[in-house]
């Protein structure tokens, strides 16, 4: 089996760009179109939301988007239906699910060999810590595990062990798409994991404009973008855009712009050492 | 009467607990059976395992445990009575009934004491600040008044539909010196109070400490809110064994997330006594508008546990309903969910219209104006009593006062104030 995640990292010579929007938003129709639009503006992986009525670790910018899909009816079995879609057109761009762990047990025991098929590659479920996970059947999903600015010495071999994929590194400690860590400390913390993995680490959360996703991908191997494509959807849904997909790949390509042009040659050669 | 009963102590290990034991859960992980666990963002792992810890080694320090009893019986005023109900006995011509006054606490209900328990918790801990999650105020209550007790900032988050059906709570926790933050998110009440909530302690992990206020939410919260308020039922059955050198035939207390029922409940799980928790039933359990989240729910996660969730076939969470605020919320204890599927606890509905009925009832013939919460446990008695013999005894966890709810109340009933 493929492995789109380990590909599309060791296919880049440079940080990742990652994007995330809620699967749905601001309607089940428009998602396909979204993401391709997120390929075609510069994204190397992508993140979809499963939208939830109660988003626990989000700011209001994903929860508005949450609620958006939901009332526009998105389920987790159109969701897949959306990513099987997208999947006749693009069998290289990495899909990683995103969500909370509850609309996932609804679906049922088969969800993981369900989401496989579909063509989804990982799972980020934001309620699931490891201690959780060995209920849930993956099929042949990474389960991307999270660190953040509280995981210390003693908790960080319980989030390494058994991690796949990549490692999501939560900036600061917080919602989605609320402050923003300074540089400095994402250097650090970046240095830190990875001494400790092998994995490639992403790093999100506080990640809105172009210049805060090169600094970022100066250093780490992957930035996520999420509440600012989320927003920018949001408002564009709100004018009644009649191209929110078009509105989308513009943004999309400032970040990647961004972050193709953030390392100079020195840099990678000391982040390589 | 045995020793282990004459002296409240709320946080005494049972001497009769063994493997057999129903009162030994949860594991070490936090699991009660299939329930329970730590579902929750990794950013807060490291700071719940603390709190694990932290709990393990207040629970073995005979100065907690000293400071806890001191405040317990100077500042709450326990023990709170045990009352035989005798008016209301006779009135329903059945079974004796006993109720245990928890409502005669300091603020006003059961919720003081996990609250005193916590914020000793949050004190050892070295934190800075202190939030909380309400739906009916008397957890905000109960929270502001610990905080102001300890000196310590407290932010209250809020439902704003809450807010607006419990304005007398709002004021008393603003005068307690807490902030009360609208919540206007989802159904505006306590489930959305608990996300925002849970959304400032991960944005705010290093000096805050939350008290969550019933038996829910991540691993050790079920536990130590359950240990904290099994002073409630400890008490009562040494009460009663004074009363009546026996133990109830039945003890019923109202769930909503469940912690006046679980600390009435706990010390009898290993008695020959039955045992029913009433869940709010609304408008009725075949309606859509209700709270009952075993009767008319299916297993899940939210709020950091495994549990019996009210949720759409695609595991989207739907709103509660009930008249009472306290038991608006679409799920309950793990620790509930785990008695329900083993049988050993009962549970039943009681709907709106029958809870107002009983809240009127205790009124005017007990001279108790109950909490709308706890009027679900008496409208349970009002139509069990009457079917059992005087010879039988049913305990009640009268666990709070309705002089919160009297506004509430008269807007139901018509009445202008």
């Known amino acids: 089996m493929t492995d789109r995640i380990a590909d599309r990292f060791a296919s880049l010579d440079r940080s990742a760009l990652v994007t995330f929007v809620c699967g749905g938003d601001p309607n089940p129709e428009l998602t396909a179109p979204i993401l391709h639009a997120l390929v075609r503006g510069g994204a190397d992986l992508i993140e979809i939301g499963m939208p939830f009525t109660d988003p626990m670790a989000d700011g ?67 309620d699931l810590p490891p201690e959780e996970a060995g209920e849930l059947e993956l099929g042949g999903l990474h389960l991307i595990r999270l660190a953040t600015p509280t995981t210390d010495d003693r908790r960080l071999p319980a989030v390494l062990d058994g991690a796949s994929g990549f490692l999501y590194y939560v900036a600061v400690a917080g919602i989605t798409g609320q402050n923003s860590a300074a540089a400095a400390d994402i250097e650090a913390a970046v240095r830190r994991l990875k001494a400790a993995t092998t994995l490639p680490v992403a790093v999100g959360f506080g990640v809105k404009t172009p210049a805060q996703a090169a600094d970022i991908a100066r250093h780490a191997d992957a930035v996520v973008v999420g509440s600012a494509i989320v927003d920018l959807i949001g408002n564009a849904h709100g004018r009644k855009s009649n191209d929110i997909p078009g509105e989308v790949e513009q943004f999309v390509s400032t970040l990647s712009q961004a972050v193709r042009t953030a390392r100079p040659e020195a840099v990678l050669t000391e982040i390589g050492a | 009467m045995p020793e282990h009963l004459t002296k409240p102590s709320s946080l005494r290990t049972d001497p009769d607990a063994t493997a057999t034991s129903l ?19 990794e950013t807060l792992m490291p700071l719940i395992l603390d709190l694990e810890r932290e709990y393990i080694a207040a629970k073995a320090d005979p100065a907690f445990r000293a400071e806890l009893d001191y405040l317990l019986k100077h500042y709450v005023g326990r023990p709170s009575p045990l009352y035989f109900a005798e008016p209301l006995t006779r009135h329903l011509g059945g079974a004796k009934i006993y109720l245990k006054r928890e409502e005669l606490n300091h603020t006003g209900a059961h919720k003081i004491n996990n609250c005193i328990g916590q914020i000793l918790l949050a004190k050892r801990m070295g934190k800075t600040r202190i939030i909380a999650e309400t739906g009916a105020g008397q957890h905000g209550v109960a929270t502001a008044t610990v905080a102001a007790r300890f000196g310590l900032p407290c932010t209250i988050f809020m439902g704003a539909r809450d807010i607006e059906r419990q304005m007398p709570n709002v004021f008393r926790m603003r005068l307690l010196g807490a902030e009360v933050r609208s919540v206007t998110s989802g159904s505006q009440t306590l489930k959305d109070a608990m996300n925002e909530a849970l959304r400032d302690w991960v944005t705010n992990v290093h000096d805050t400490f ?36 026996r133990l109830p035939d039945v003890a019923v207390a109202a769930v909503g997330g469940g912690s006046n029922a679980i600390g009435l409940f706990h010390p009898f799980l290993d008695d020959p006594v039955e045992l029913v928790g009433i869940e709010a039933a609304g408008h009725g359990l075949d309606t859509e508008a209700h709270a009952a989240s075993l009767a008319g729910g299916r297993s899940g996660v939210l709020h950091g546990n495994k549990t019996f969730l009210l949720q759409d076939a695609d595991g989207q969470i739907t709103e509660a309903h009930s008249i009472s605020a306290g038991l608006d919320y679409p799920g309950i204890g793990p ?6 599927s083993i049988g050993r606890v009962r549970y039943e509905g009681i709907t ?32 069990a009593a009457p079917t059992m013999a005087a010879d039988r005894i049913i305990l009640v966890n009268l666990s709070g006062r309705g002089d919160k709810d009297i506004f509430a109340v008269a807007r139901e009933l018509g009445a202008e104030l």
């Open chain 2, 352 to 383: 709106d219209a029958e809870a107002l009925e009983a809240f009127q009832l205790l009124a005017k013939v007990e001279g108790i104006i109950p909490a709308l919460e706890t009027a679900h446990a008496l409208a349970w008695v009002t139509k």
């Open chain 2, 23 to 41: 009162r030994v859960g949860p594991d070490a992980r936090g699991h009660f059976g299939a329930f329970g666990g730590r579902y929750v963002a």
């Open chain 2, 210 to 245: 939350y008290i969550i206020g019933t038996v829910a939410g991540p691993h050790p919260y079920p536990e130590l809110v359950r240990d904290f308020q099994n002073v409630i039922g400890e008490e009562a059955k040494a009460q009663l064994f004074e009363a009546e050198g």
């Open chain 2, 335 to 340: 620790e509930h969910a785990w008695l329900h």
């Open chain 1, 60 to 126: 209001p910018a994903i929860q508005q988007g949450n609620i958006r899909a939901l009332e526009a009816g998105i389920s987790l079995k159109k969701l897949l239906e959306i990513v099987r879609d997208f999947r006749t057109q693009d069998s290289a761009t990495p899909l990683v699910l995103m969500g909370y762990l509850n609309p996932l047990l609804a679906h049922g025991a088969d969800f993981g060999r369900d989401a496989t098929a579909a063509g989804l590659d990982g799972l980020i479920i934001v």
